[in-house]
């Protein structure tokens, strides 16, 4: 099997496996909860506190639902570009009067003059992501937390598809959401970072008992991905470098990609084929990527392709290939040789 949808998910880390096999079956005490928090904050090199949750939809749930309860200020700051998880929490906060308001891009990017001129005294939020899990758009985090702080908003940052990618100082963030399937560590488990001094409402309510295995299981694999973070960048960018040379001349297959999209994500648009049919092309050679992200609508066209390109027929074509410091150029060259096939057959 050829698998490069690592953006979706991740297999988790053997030696991480390990330690969640040891500790599956135990209730983590308050002891011990507290001291997987204390190494999550120092493996960031934060000061935010760290809350358990069971992945990144409840995380971005929590940081939207719990932090929009001021009826006065009504107004939230988002992009065109952002999950489902948050796109669906803003149509929920919709219906409770909040008005949500798309920043303007350039290029994918958020135009940050613009942007200001937004954050007034009546905006509850700004939430943007940090990498764009369909083009692998990185936004400018450290200069709109400066902006929001600036402005005294709080800056909630979904980095999911960022954090064991690259490293981006949190310290102008307010609220931070990841999940460990990420980065080779579990299923079901997520963090979502605060800072101890905003208010942030409940949204579950109750006595929770966390997983010893699943948050010793993130930890190990949040710590093995930093380790080795700028090695295995380098390698993604080798790789995403070759898949772009072989590509680039193809006369049905575009490139959607910023200068500032991490190498991890190669978005293409197949012009001459509809994205499920190119997938199950792939499928039949057992090669697995994808259309747009995990949790996306099925049968819609990319709104973040769109943003990007300005493009209908390129965000109605387009797939993802994502990659990891796993892939080999052979897992490369099986892809584009079917690509390659594929236009000779046309």
């Known amino acids: 099997m050829t698998y490069l949808d690592y953006s979706a998910t991740t297999m988790i880390n053997k030696e991480v496996l390990e330690i969640v096999k040891q500790n599956l079956f135990k209730e983590a005490s308050k002891e011990e909860l507290e001291v997987n928090k204390q190494k999550i904050k120092k493996l960031l090199n934060t000061n935010l506190e760290v809350n358990i ?12 639902k719990g932090i929009c309860t001021n009826k006065e200020k009504n107004k939230i700051i988002t992009t065109e570009m952002e999950h489902s998880s948050i796109n669906e929490t803003l149509n929920y906060l919709k219906t409770k009067g909040f008005e949500v308001i798309y920043a303007p891009l350039k290029d994918g990017i958020i135009a940050l003059e613009e942007l200001e001129k937004l954050l007034t005294n009546d905006v509850a939020l700004l939430t943007i ?3 764009n899990t369909e083009t692998g758009t990185l936004q400018p985090v450290e200069l709109i937390g400066k902006l929001a702080k600036k402005y005294n908003i709080p800056f909630h940052c979904d980095m999911t598809g ?13 609220l931070v959401s990841f999940s460990a399937h990420k980065f080779y560590g579990p299923k079901g488990i997520g963090v979502l970072l605060t800072n101890k001094n905003i208010n942030l409402k409940n949204i579950i309510y109750g006595k929770r008992k966390y997983n010893l295995g699943l948050i ?37 297959t575009i490139i959607n990609q910023s200068k500032n999209s991490i190498p991890h994500i190669l978005n293409i648009s197949m012009l001459s084929y509809k994205p499920e049919t190119f997938l199950h092309y792939l499928e039949l050679e057992n090669i697995f990527i994808s259309t747009k ?35 080999t150029k052979e897992d490369l060259d099986k892809v584009i040789e079917l690509i390659k096939r594929g236009e000779h057959a046309r």
């Open 53 to 64: 949750t069971s992945g990144s939809s409840e995380s971005n749930n929590w940081a939207l």
């Open 129 to 131: 992501s940090s990498v």
């Open 162 to 174: 960022s954090i064991g990618k690259i490293n981006i100082p949190l310290d102008n963030i307010d």
């Open 216 to 252: 010793k299981g993130l930890v190990k694999a949040l710590e093995l991905s930093l380790a080795n973070i700028e090695e295995n960048y380098k390698k993604v960018e080798g790789l995403n470098k070759y898949l772009k040379e072989n590509l680039n001349n193809l006369p049905n």
């Open 293 to 327: 992200s995990a949790c996306s609508t099925s049968g819609s066209y990319s709104k973040s392709v769109y943003a990007l390109t300005n493009s209908k027929e390129r965000a109605e074509t387009s797939v993802r290939i994502s990659i990891s410091p796993l892939t």
